[in-house]
């Protein structure tokens, strides 16, 4: 890369809310986990602390975070070029494990730990911590997160543009 290169990159990046790709990822993030917070609230009427920061449920903010990165990447460097490339490659990379990996983890979790609940009492695996069961997300939870962080990023890239 070349110094004019680098300069505008600096100069570009310094704009509003400092680096504004990265910004959009938070805030997506941020969104879809306050959300999942406020659901569990809703529907249980328990306040769980766990939410905002755990993985699983309803939306991905894995899904939200990627997408508003690349969605992000897109409209400041062009989505024609190798960053957005870089960026669309990624996500959909994570969004896949998401739906793939990391959802059958999951389940296969859940078959442990009930067979560990059927352990006799004396086995040495009885009293062993249960296996974490949330893990993936299933394919409307991907869409829902990968739709917020595209609206994310657009309404971040409108409010930086007015």
């Keep these: 890369m070349d110094d004019a290169a680098v300069t505008t990159t600096s100069s570009s990046s310094s704009s509003a809310f400092g680096n504004y790709p990265l910004f959009c990822a938070i805030v997506a993030f941020t969104i879809a986990q306050s959300i999942k917070f406020f659901t569990v609230w809703y529907k249980e009427r328990i306040w769980d602390p766990k939410q905002l920061i755990g993985s699983g449920g309803m939306p991905s903010s894995h899904s939200a975070t990627v997408t508003a990165l690349a969605t992000a990447v897109g409209f400041r460097e062009g989505f024609g070029g190798p960053l957005f490339a870089t960026a669309l490659v990624l996500a ?9 990996v990391r959802l059958q983890a999951g389940r296969q979790a859940e078959v442990l730990n009930q ?7 004396e086995h040495p695996l009885a009293d062993s911590r249960p296996l974490r069961e949330l893990l993936g997300h299933t394919p409307p939870q991907v869409v829902a997160g990968g739709l917020l962080g595209i609206v994310t990023a657009s309404i971040g890239f409108l409010i930086t543009h007015i």
């Design 92 to 100: 959909i990379i994570v969004m896949y494990d998401a739906t793939g």
């Design 115 to 121: 067979i560990v609940i059927e352990l006799p009492a």
